[in-house]
């Protein structure tokens, strides 16, 4: 299983600002991934991180309120753009090992934000 | 789109009971996965399933992949306190290359 670090842990930030939420990885993965879960809920998908192209967003999820960067097979950033209460939830890094059989995914422990 | 359900949504045991929760899908999944999320965690790997009919254990933690590949149970032994928490089921499959999570289980043990 790979060791996935994101900073910051958690984070409270004022309406309009933005923050950067970034992950490392302990090794070279070719899948990663950025979830929310709101408060009480299940973990929805933003966005693949695609390793030197542009992210791939599920419905709901746009580049502009959530630009993803992945510079390398070990490192991405999150950034939640122009905040507002309503994004307050934990945000979290995920990368996949995967194979012709099986797939696993691996979570960091999350960045838990609140927007006042 | 694919979606999965759990249930129960959640659970009050007391202290050396068993558990059983279960996952379905409308869709076939080639994997299925278990996590564990704490509070103020994010979700950890409990076990993983590959293949149709596999029952799988680790420590007091029992979880069998179904045979039509559109549903898994898990079972938890003799729980402890340490037990509480939130399970996740998930699937994924070849034709969709991302993992699908369930809405989760909340499990409450009462010493």
Known sequence: SAVISQKPSRDICQRGTSLTIQCQVDSQVTMMFWYRQQPG???????????GSEATYES??????????????????????NM????????????????SVATEAFFGQGTRLTVV | GQQLNQSPQSMFIQE??????????????NTWLWYKQDPGEGPVLLIALYKAGELT???RLTAQFGITRKDSFLNISASIPSDVGIYFCAGASSSYDKVIFGPGT?????P
């Open chain 1, 41 to 51: 809920q299940s973990l929805t998908l933003i966005a693949t991180a695609n390793q």
């Open chain 1, 60 to 81: 709901g999820f746009v580049i502009d309120k959530f630009p993803i960067s992945r510079p390398n097979l070990t490192f991405s950033t999150l950034t939640v753009s």
């Open chain 1, 84 to 99: 507002s209460p309503e994004d307050s939830s934990i945000y979290l890094c995920s990368v996949e090992a995967t194979d």
């Open chain 2, 16 to 29: 050396g009971e068993d558990v059983s929760m279960n996952c379905t899908s409308s869709s076939i999944f």
């Open chain 2, 57 to 59: 254990s680790n420590g």
């Open chain 2, 106 to 110: 909340s499990l409450s043990v009462i």
